[in-house]
């Protein structure tokens, strides 16, 4: 069995004092949960991280209150907003590691003919990139 992301942060030394766990998926939560059991400092969330960060988790982890935080996004795809990068880059109580979704923007976004994307997409990666600045760099003609 390959551990993971999630299983992997609780191994670190010396440990964090909260974990929170997000997905949308269920049999993911189930699974984590079975795992892990029952531990205080552990909080898995099965619910769209956009909502759930911005509403429950960085608000535990205000630079007004001499709190630090770790924030790995590891997302399926292209499913992260940018609100939610923009907000923990103002924070300033957060180190934030993001997982790039190479494969669903190659095989989704990154076309050789801009024009055969699918507006969806398109729209979901405005979403992750915060605009469409990628755009230019993405078919910028060599």
């Given at each position: 069995?390959?551990?993971?992301?999630?299983?992997?942060?609780?191994?670190?030394?010396?440990?964090?004092?909260?974990?929170?766990?997000?997905?949308?998926?269920?049999?993911?939560?189930?699974?984590?949960?079975?795992?892990?059991?029952?531990?205080?400092?552990?909080?898995?969330?099965?619910?769209?991280?956009?909502?759930?960060?911005?509403?429950?988790?960085?608000?535990?982890?205000?630079?007004?209150?001499?709190?630090?935080?770790?924030?790995?996004?590891?997302?399926?795809?292209?499913?992260?907003?940018?609100?939610?990068?923009q907000e923990a880059g103002t924070m300033q109580s957060l180190d934030?590691?993001?997982?790039?979704?190479?494969?669903?923007?190659?095989?989704?976004?990154?076309?050789?003919?801009?024009?055969?994307?699918?507006?969806?997409?398109?729209?979901?990666?405005?979403?992750?990139?915060?605009?469409?600045?990628?755009?230019?760099?993405?078919?910028?003609?060599?």
């Amino acid at each position: 069995m390959v551990l993971g992301s999630p299983l992997n942060a609780l191994l670190v030394k010396p440990p964090f004092r909260e974990y929170h766990l997000v997905d949308l998926d269920g049999d993911k939560i189930d699974l984590l949960n079975a795992l892990i059991g029952k531990r205080g400092d552990v909080f898995l969330h099965k619910e769209d991280c956009n909502q759930v960060l911005l509403r429950e988790v960085f608000p535990r982890v205000q630079r007004k209150d001499f709190r630090r935080g770790l924030c790995l996004l590891d997302p399926y795809g292209l499913t992260l907003d940018w609100k939610v990068i923009q907000e923990a880059g103002t924070m300033q109580s957060l180190d934030i590691f993001i997982n790039f979704p190479i494969y669903d923007i190659n095989i989704n976004v990154l076309h050789h003919d801009q024009k055969t994307v699918l507006p969806l997409h398109i729209e979901r990666m405005n979403a992750y990139w915060g605009d469409e600045s990628w755009r230019s760099v993405a078919y910028e003609k060599s």
